[in-house]
């Protein structure tokens, strides 16, 4: 039986998980409260665990086409310079230990990708929730647009995929504060042309220093590369991933750093900047009919780089226990896609908390053992309980 689904947010999560249930045949349209589909100018990792959902529907082969494959991932670095303390093949080893390989592309890249997947009906724009009404039979949601102007639907599964701040998870659960990290994060691209040499390599490479820690990669085929630093947030507490920040003042973070790394911050023109929060784990994801996705149901740090990666494991899971569904067995239906994925999403989120105190050690004893244990490890091996 065909449900009617309703995806408020068409993010990355909304998109796949409308791509997925789509192709199980359900009446899925994803409601967008912005008025156009677009992304900030900023770089993701798609790991492989977040690539082999895609294989199904036969589309991850077709990363390539936007995409950058990493050679190596993980590479860590000492800021000073840039000597390599540890770094992870992504070869055909890793591929047959994880089961596919692993890229870094541009969230507009990827976006568009699975915009251009689904029909041009599947998506309305310019429509912000502003009550949800569950029934035992069906949700109502109502919106209302840039005028004012309110509109209501009604379906059979109403799925919140509406991020951090998320309107639907309060009709799930008691509100919950976000928790501040105390850090925040630059973002910025440069042209590959103005970026140094090892900036361009299809790595994605680590700096380690005290109190902060700069993220590189290429991305959109290699024309751009990729900048996400983490530094302390001061005064800075904005939770916004468009507010703009200042070139000068990720500078001033990274002054005493390896040249290239300067060279690398110099070329950009302009950055984001955002404070970092997070949510303590939910402790249910679903209610009746109404069910959470990606951030809106576990908002982690970035630090193990798995935020679009839960979410397309939540989206592929979702898919799987609704395809056999019928309009009698949704909440059962619900309750298997929470029970699969809440206590794996939830372990992610915490295992996402205190890295960047490891990253971020002063130099002395424990930055020195923490490097030797880096370099000692099996990397491979180390990254197999998050891509396996």
Not at 34 to 50: S, T
Not at 229 to 253: F, K
Not at 255 to 281: F, G, H, M, N
């Amino acid at each position: 039986m065909a449900l009617r689904i309703a995806i408020i947010g068409g993010g990355l999560g909304g998109l796949t998980a409308a791509l997925f249930l789509k192709r199980a045949r359900h009446q899925t349209t994803v409601y967008e409260q912005a008025p156009a589909l677009h992304e900030v100018g900023a770089g993701i990792i798609v790991p492989p665990n977040m690539v082999r959902p895609f294989r199904r529907p036969g589309l991850a082969e077709r990363f390539a086409d936007f995409a950058v494959r990493l050679e190596f991932s993980w590479e860590f670095r000492r800021r000073e310079d840039g000597r390599v303390i540890s770094v992870t093949p992504m070869d055909e080893e890793c591929e047959q230990l994880y089961g596919a390989p692993c890229y870094v592309a541009h969230r507009a890249d990827l976006r568009t990708f699975l915009r251009r997947e689904l029909p041009d009906d599947s998506i309305r724009l310019d429509h912000r929730l502003i009550r949800v009404t569950r029934s035992d039979d069906e949700v109502e949601l109502a919106f209302v647009d840039r005028s004012g102007r309110e509109s209501r639907v009604t379906a059979d599964v109403a799925i919140g995929a509406d991020g951090i701040h998320s309107v639907v998870r309060d009709h799930v659960v008691p509100t919950i504060e976000p928790r501040f990290s105390g850090l925040c994060a630059f973002r910025c691209l440069v042209p590959a042309s103005e970026a140094p040499k090892m900036a361009r390599r299809p790595v994605q490479t680590l700096w380690l220093g005290p109190g902060r820690h700069f993220v590189h990669y290429p991305i959109s085929s290699g024309r751009f590369v990729n900048l996400v630093a983490i530094a302390p947030a001061g005064n800075w507490w904005t939770e916004s991933w468009t507010e703009d920040g200042q070139v000068s003042d990720l500078l001033r973070e990274f002054k005493s750093w390896d040249d290239r790394l300067r060279q690398l911050i110099v070329s950009a023109t302009e950055t984001k900047r955002w404070a970092l929060y997070d949510r303590e784990p939910l402790q249910r994801w679903t209610r009746g009919r109404i069910t959470l996705l990606g951030d809106a149901a576990h908002a982690m740090l970035p630090f193990l780089a798995q935020g679009a990666a839960q979410a397309t494991e939540d989206a592929a899971a979702l898919a799987d226990c609704l395809e056999a569904a019928d309009d009698g067995s949704v909440g059962a239906a619900l309750q298997c896609y929470e029970d699969l994925r809440r206590p794996w999403a939830n372990l992610i989120l915490i295992g996402s908390r205190g890295r960047e105190i490891r990253n971020h050690l002063p130099d002395g004893h424990e930055q020195e053992r923490r490097d030797e244990e880096l370099a000692a490890g099996d990397p491979l091996r180390q990254s197999a309980w998050l891509y396996r």
